[in-house]
Structures are given as structure tokens and as C-alpha cells.
């Protein structure tokens, strides 16, 4: 390493031959090493170092992560032991819920793992339980604990298992029209569709089953209480009031306190009020104990949630952020309530309904006929309108989602508005959407005027006929006045119930548009199968090496020496790659991928970080490795501390380094006093966090965070954008960034070469064991491109930034992996 004068008299760094450009490459490992004599000089004094060590083995989890299938009936995790392998060791286990919980979706599992000598390799085995009911790709957490002769790694102490679920939301009876993905298709089904959501509600969504049942039970006491205020107002009229001559020995008797109309009054006043201090307590007890809507929406929104984020690339071109911020604002929250909640009410009102028929028809049996006339025209209305309402909701929701797109496309192009100084345009652009809907609004609206008054002109009629075709009865002494009275509230309270119930109807109908659009998101492909598949070829590829290449030092190296390679790899979108490429390189190596633009190093990026969807051939890195990949564009999380970004993902004793991490926004020149001012209090914050239960962020806030600054972020396959030479001035600030509030106001004090290097500095925090760079230099001056060289050296002669240089056996070789970006800072 050293200097050599540049152009102009400037200085530019050489570094060699530590860096290998990948052109050089060749695809035998040994003669990697063989043209970099200094590389097998270090790797030589490396390993004397690693067998001189007298400590004990290391047991680690082969992965941070598992995947298993609901249906395997079982998950199947791998864990290394690392050493000289020369007696027995022993390591506890057990399980711990996360969003899978023990007993439904998996039984809880403890035990202890023996390895006897010589043995490198135990499986652990999670019974799983599986079910009918859709679920998206939850886990549990695996831990290692309580070592005896042996370490464990601090960094794969743990695992995540994740249970993939191929069940169709929200019933299996409607994959094939799902699968067809035809919106209109699944809308005819709607009902249906509405129907098994309900059941999926009150069957698979914790505590929902038994609030539901205690709510039909409580809205049954406001029906007897009803039913019992009717035959009150009878008794009143024709009992307690009725002081007519010839009915005097008769109500006299029946008085409920013999011989008293007065305090028989006023008994039925008391038995009038008491009760309603009961239904207040149901009232109550429903709202306080029995709440549902809240557990509902949360259940459907971290499930969506939780599927955007494992969508494949094309699933997510699906589903453009607008539609995703509604899906989860408005359609859940009208979902849950019009499509599950509402039911209460329309079991209520169907009772009283059926509580009125039963008065009706014990008076009277000739009253079964307006009854059925209005039970006709209800659900005759409803069903000759749904089609025409879903029509118009679908269209007023498009109009909608364009609305919105419109506002987001502003808030993305609003440098360029302004630069081109076309703001009055753009407005009059948008004002041209709005008029373009005034024509949809106005028939939506006369469409709901004509429902709106069909149900009141039926009531109207019926208690007119009533009142003169019961006039008669009580005329010629075949009814009682009470009953006649009675008779007149009840069709007009019916009435009542009927519109209350054609209502919930047109909610209900209402339900079905959010619901189709809620099915079609949840369905969506996913790359989690995929990713299964590339954690199964993985460890098979690290077993198979370790297999054919025994090590006599011990485990340590043998895993050590397992190379990484790109094995006849291909990507038709890139000229370059089209045809096959091989590349083997060995761990403990910094690799730079040169070539002009467009030449597809974003693209071996992205292959090596398993972010390339469609390719031919193998991609074989070890499964005990982490790879990281660190994009060109600075990536912040809003919502979140300075602290919590730095420490995105990091170990909890790697996090817990506060010196360690100052020292490294020290050595790429961040270590300004406000800076460091905000990490102190972000630290407090993130501990005053972790003894407090956590305050709920909103579903759109979260995806706000991750969103991060995504004005700015480029396809990961399109080289175009990734290759193309950028020169920023890193005093500009990012002015198409969003401060994301008061929480974030560190974020917009930011330059762009600051966002930068706190984007690099994570990584070097989290200390991965294959680190990914993509054009790390670029827009740095010389002198920070000179730290960050430094770091990078040190990253991989030390197996990490700013640790003991003298590591043990816990730290595995460090391998970098970056991009030249543009060239005088390359």
C-alpha cells in the first residue's frame, strides 16, 4: 500500500495487490492466492495463529434463518459446531413465540444438543401444527443457550424459523377464481366471498370467537327488553287505564298489585327504567371488554403489512404505493367494519324483526302478509342494485387511487416543478382529475338518494293500510284499543327495523369492493419459496465442500476455506451476463468488480446478494455466512433514532458498543458534536424504550420508514441507473428528502456525503461476514475515500472494524465485495 503521484500533482491511492479485480479472477481459488503472495502470507500466519488458540469450539446456528413448510409437519434446524472437534460438548435450546405462536402454529420445544468427538453437525426439530386458515409467513425465534465445553457465537445464538403457508385467503374454495386474478370475477362471488371472511375472522383471529358469541348473547337483552315494552304499552292501555264499566271486575283483577291502578302505573313505570340499568352495563361490557374492531384491523394490517415486504418484484409493481396507503387506511377500516362488525347489528334488527313478527301474528295472523311484502322489497331491492353499486364503487375507488397517485407523483417531482418553474400546470393538471370524477360523484349520489327512499314510501303505506284496516277491528270490538295502538308503533318501528336492516345490506354490499381488493393483496406471489430454495442449495453446497474437503487443523478451517463462487451464471436483461460467467474467490479477500457502464457489475451486486429473481446457473455462498448488501444510495429509516439506524439489525452486544461505534463515525469523519449529541439521546431513548412496552406505529408509518428516502432509490436491476457516473457536492443537502417531522430533524440537517457515510458506517457496525459495497466511493473527497479504503482493509485483515486485532475463533473470515464507481476516486 502506498502513494504515487496522480494527474494535476494530486495524490491518488494504489492499493495493491490486495484488491483483485474481478476480471482477474480466475476460477480456481489456488491461483487466486498464488498472484498475491501477500494474501498467502497472511492467510498462512492466519491460521498458525487459529491453531495455537486453546479455546473452545464454537456451536452456532448454520443460519439466521429457516424456512419451513405448514405442511412438512416439521422444521429442521441445522447447528455447527466449529473447533478441533476433539471431545464431547453440549449446548440447551428452546423455542420462543413471535408472530407464530406456540400451540397453534408450532409446539414448544426445549431439550439439549450432544456432540460427541469429531461430530461438527446437529439438527434440532420443531413439530409445526397445520391448519386451514390463511396465514402469511410468520415465525418463532429458536435460541442456544447454557454451553457446556464450548462457546456460542454471540452472532447466530438465535434463529428466526419461518412458516410458509400456502393457504388461500380468506378460503381455499375460491383459488381458482383468485388465481385467474379477475377483480370483476371475484365480486359476482362477493357474498360468498364476504361470508368466509367472517368465518376467518371469527374463527382465526385471537379472542374474536369468544367476543363474538358473548356480543349476540348481550344483544339479545335489548330484544327481550322490546319485546316486553310492547306487551307493557298493551297491558297499560287495556288493563291498568281501561276503567270502562263493563270491564271493571275483569282489569281489576288482572292489576299486578290487586286493587290499585295508581301503584300498578307506577310498578310498570319502575319496570320500564330498571332494566335499562342493565343494558347500559351490556352497553358497557361491549365497549370496554368486547371491542373487536381494533383487533381485527390489526391482525389484516400486519398481515399485509408483512406480505408487501416478502412480495416478489413483480407483485410489488402491482401494487403502487397509493393503493397499499388505502388498502390499509380506508379498506381495512371499512372492511372490519361493514363487512364483520355490522353483523351484530343485523342480527340485532333480524331478531327484533322476528320479535315484532311474533306479536304481529299472535294478534293477528293477517299481518304475516305486509311483513312478507316488506321482506320482498328489501332483499329484492338489495339484490337487483348490487351489482350496479359495486360497478359505482369501483369506479369511485379507481378515481380515488388516482387522486392520490396524483399527489404522490407531485410530492416525488417536486424539485423538478419547481426547477421548471411549472406549478400553475401541474395544478391545472390535477384540477382536470377532480373534474373528471364531479360526473361519477353526482351518479353515486343519485344512485344512493333512490335506495335511501324506497324503504320509508313502503313503511309509509303499510302503517296507512294498518290504521284503516285495524280501525274496523277496533270498531267492531274484535281488537283492543292497546292492541290497535301497539299494532300502529310496531309496523312503524318495523318499518324502522327494515330500513335499519336494508342498511346494513347496502354496507354489507359495500364491504365487498375493499374485500376483493384485500383478497388480491394478500394473494400475491411472494419470494419467500424462493428464498427457501436458495437457504437449501446453500447449506447443501457448504456441506458438500466440507464433505470433499476434510481439514486435518479442524472445523475452523475447513469452513473457512470454502470459497465463494458464481458457477456458470447468467441474466438475460444484461448485455454482459447474457452469456455464462464462473468465478470462484476464497474467503478473507477484498474484490473489487471494474468494468465501464453498463457492464453489469450492479448486476453481480445483486447476484451475490441474492436480490436477482430470473438467473441461470448457481449462485454458492456458504450458509453460515451473512451477506449484506450496501446500496449506492444512502438508505435512512425515518421514525426511528440515530442510534436504532446505526444499529439496524446488529447483535445486541455489537449494538451495545456505544465507544465502538463512535470510533467508527470517527474514521469516516462523522463524528461532528451534534452528531454525537443526537446519538447520546437516542440511546436514552432506545433504553427507555426497551423497559417500556412499545407505543404501536401505524401500519403507513412503518411503510413511510422503510420507504426511506425513495425519491432517490434505483431499481436494483436496471445497471443503467446503478452504473452511471454520478459527481455530487457533499455540502448539498438532499432537498428532495423528507425530514419526517420533529423525530427526524436529524435526518434533514444531513448533507448527502453524511447520508452516505452513515449508510456505510452501519454496515461496518454490523460487521456481516460478506459485505457488498456498491460504488462506496463515490461522491466522497479524496480524503474520505482514502478513510473508507482504510476501512475496508481493515474490515477484512482484522474480521472487522475497530475490534482486537489480535480475534479469536469467534470471528470468522471477512470478505468485501465493491464496485468501481468513478474513476479518480476508484
Known sequence: RGRRPAAGGMYARRVEPRYTPLAQL????QEVKESDPLLSQQQSSSTSTLRSRTQGDIVQFASLSFYAQEE???AILTVLRLGRLSGACSVRYRTKDHSAKAGFKYIATKGQLQFGPGEHVQHIEVPLISDDHFDTTIEFEVLLEQPEECQICSEFRSCRVLILDDDVFPDERFREVIEEGDESAMEKVGMSLLRSFQYFCFNHIPTIRWKSIVMIALAQLGNIYYYMMIKLKVYLVDTCLNTKAADEERTMNNLLIKGSRGQTAILLGALTVLPNVILTASDWIEMAQLEMGFNIRRHLRVNLFRKYLNYTAESRKEVPIQDLK?????DIPDLVANGYIIMFEVMRSSTKIGVVAMFMLQKTPTAA?????????TFGWVTWRYEQRLRLLSEQGAGESETTGWLLHADHAARLIDDYRQRSRVVSMFEGVLNSQHKLTMKFKHFNFL???VIPWVTIIAVGVVMAYFAQKVLDHSMSLGAYLAMINVYKDLGDRFEGLYGCFEALS???SPLVGLTTFLNLSTDSHRRKNVNEARYEYMESYVAAHPNPNGMFSAYDNIPLSLQQVSVDYSPSLKQSVSIDTPQGNVVMIRGSHDTGKSTIVNL????????RGFVRIPLHLRVLHVSYTPMLVNKIGLFENLSFAADRGVASDIDRIKRILHRVGLDKAWLLEELEASVAVAATAAATPRKSTSAMAAISSLKADSRSVSNKNEDSADDSDSNGDESDKDEAGDDGGKDDAWIARLSNSEKKRLHLARAFIYNPEVLVMHRPVDELDMGLSDQLLDLMREFVDNRGVELQQDF?????????????GTLKNT
Open 326 to 330: 388505502a388498502g390499509m387506511m380506508e
Open 608 to 615: 451475490l446478494t441474492d436480490n436477482v429473481e430470473n438467473h
Open 72 to 74: 412438512d409437519q416439521k
Open 510 to 512: 359495500e364491504a365487498v
Open 26 to 29: 480466475s476460477s480456481a481459488s
Open 369 to 377: 302478509g305486509p311483513l312478507l311484502i316488506y321482506l320482498m322489497v
Open 808 to 820: 479469536d475463533n469467534h470471528r470468522r473470515p471477512r470478505t468485501l465485495f465493491f464496485t468501481q
Open 451 to 453: 335506495n335511501s327512499r
